[in-house]
T-cell receptor
């Protein structure tokens, strides 16, 4: 157990809908990253938040957005869902003095999203 | 895009045997990490090796890094059925992105 929790565990949506996934970081961790993992693939970095500001972004369109709250919990929002958005969404938290040089990350169990 | 690529894609062995997985990457790195994932759940950090290190040990795990060949290997000795999982390498590029980039993983099955 890493102390990182995610909700919900599973979700089914239809194309065009919007979804919000939630992540509660491990206590004391000020940095959270979100990853998308398609079946049979490795995790792909979506973005990272440090002290409520986005400080890194992968190759994902603007319809993927996020928030980090003062307690360092986080949300991932995806608008206008597409079939290819079906994947396991992982969040990972880490302690970081500057939001950079993130090394060891502690992952949550993930939210499995299916878009029909 | 995938920076690290694990090899083999799948590995099936008997309990007690050693398992070796390899990771190759393309650009200079600051560090390389190995993670484990059980049945599509969250990833668990196993070991981190920095670019100026050549070998690290953690329990039954041994990781090597050859920066001249841009490759790393993960050795699990005396494997157990509980080691059955997917194993990923993640690299952090030097002088640029500080975000780890994951490979596609090696699926390991250890038969009891």
């Amino acid at each position: 157990e890493t102390g990182v929790t995610q909700s919900p565990t599973h979700l089914i949506k239809t194309r065009g809908q919007q979804v919000t996934l939630r992540c509660s970081s491990q206590s004391g961790h000020n940095t959270v990253s979100w990853y998308q993992q398609a079946l049979g693939q490795g995790p792909q970095f979506i973005f990272q938040y440090y002290r409520e500001e986005e400080n890194g972004r992968g190759n994902f369109p603007p319809r993927f957005s996020g928030l980090q709250f003062p307690n360092y919990s986080s949300e991932l929002n995806v608008n206008a869902l597409e079939l290819d958005d079906s994947a396991l969404y992982l969040c990972a938290s880490s302690p970081s003095p500057s939001g950079r040089a993130v090394e060891t990350q502690y992952f949550g169990p993930g939210t499995r999203l299916l878009v029909l | 895009s995938q920076q690290g690529e694990e090899d083999p894609q799948a590995l099936s062995i008997q309990e007690g045997e050693n398992a070796t997985m390899n990771c190759s990457y393309k650009t200079s790195i600051n560090n390389l990490q190995w993670y484990r994932q059980n049945s599509g759940r969250g990833l668990v950090h196993l070991i981190l090796i920095r670019s100026n290190e050549r070998e690290k040990h953690s329990g039954r795990l041994r990781v090597t890094l050859d920066t001249s060949k841009k490759s790393s290997s993960l050795l699990i000795t005396a494997s157990r059925a509980a080691d059955t999982a997917s194993y990923f390498c993640a690299t952090r590029a030097s002088g640029g992105s500080y975000i780890p980039t994951f490979g596609r993983g090696t699926s390991l099955i250890v038969h009891p």
